[in-house]
């Protein structure tokens, strides 16, 4: 039985116009929705309303598989190619890439002429304005992590598949979030990376977990995230190597440094010890 409110007015629908349920094409949904704006209804006017019952209706084999909407505007079609370079060539994830593609699409449009021309002709000049007027935008608003890296990966794909002759991606300073933070290094110095080390009490479990987690992000440069999935199985103790799970499902395997590995492993055995000596004992 098919649950959804819109579908007994779609059935109506459907036979005052002489059609059956597998003539419920993508077109012929969007004539039913624009025929309930025309009624004046004022619910059901969206393709979500729909949705149950065209779920139900496909399930069942009754009414075809949707089809893709041809993309007419060049900006769409460019991004529709950005969007699959994106998810298979630099493998990231659903959500990564609708960012992406926003910040892109924002840059694309503000582009003067034809899109063919304006992407023929971009240049530098072009790309450092587009920033600094971002960076205008920017200066009382919230942190942004993603425009520049985004425009430096949209560049990037534009120069590869030869839409614009120049690798301009250089032109886009290093650096994300408000503007104001651009110059600030985006590392720690080798001294500071020391203190903070010095720092962990390595005679308590809390800080050598510190420890081992602190310089396992300094020395292998991994994000928080990377070293939060790693498990036990990840670390080759014999073949020296860690598998490492990045974003979109990156999988990597790289080298153990020495100290990582006697970090890691002391952290493991003092916890191993201290556990077995928590066991209690049992007496027969």
């Not at 624009?34 to 004046?40: H, L, P, T, V, Y």
């Not at 009414?63 to 769409?76: C, F, R």
């Not at 994000?223 to 974003?247: P, Q, S, Y």
């Not at 006697?262 to 027969?284: F, G």
């Amino acid at each position: 039985m098919i649950t959804s409110i819109c579908w007994p007015t779609l059935s109506g629908w459907l036979v005052d116009e002489g059609l059956a349920a597998s003539d419920l094409t993508t077109e012929t949904v969007g004539g039913f929705l624009r025929a309930r704006r025309a009624a004046g209804e004022r619910t059901g006017l969206t393709s979500r309303a729909i949705a149950p019952a065209l779920r139900y209706l496909r399930a069942q084999g009754v009414v075809p598989p949707p089809t893709a909407a041809a993309l007419s505007d060049p900006v769409d079609v460019l991004l529709d190619e950005y969007h699959r370079y994106l998810e298979a060539e630099r493998g990231l994830a659903a959500s990564s890439a609708r960012q992406y593609l926003r910040a892109a699409r924002l840059f694309l449009t503000s582009l003067p002429g034809p899109a063919g021309c304006r992407l023929a002709a971009l240049s530098a000049g072009q790309v450092v304005g587009y920033v600094l007027a971002w960076s205008v935008r920017r200066q009382n608003a919230r942190l942004d992590m993603v425009t520049l890296p985004a425009l430096r990966s949209l560049l990037r794909f534009l120069h590869v598949t030869g839409k614009v002759p120049l690798p301009l991606a250089g032109a886009v300073p290093a650096g994300w979030g408000q503007p104001s933070r651009l110059a600030l290094p985006r590392a720690a110095a080798g001294d500071d990376l020391r203190t903070v080390l010095a720092r962990c009490d390595r005679g308590t479990a809390v800080g050598r977990r510190d420890f081992a987690v602190l310089l396992t992000l300094a020395r292998l440069a991994l994000r928080g995230g990377e070293v939060a999935r790693l498990r036990f199985a990840d670390v080759g103790w014999r073949t020296g190597e860690i598998t490492v799970r990045g974003k979109g499902g990156r999988v990597d395997v790289l080298p153990l440094p020495a100290d990582v590995g006697e970090a890691m492993a002391d952290k493991i055995d003092r916890s191993c010890r201290l556990n077995a000596t928590e066991r209690p004992t049992t007496t027969r």
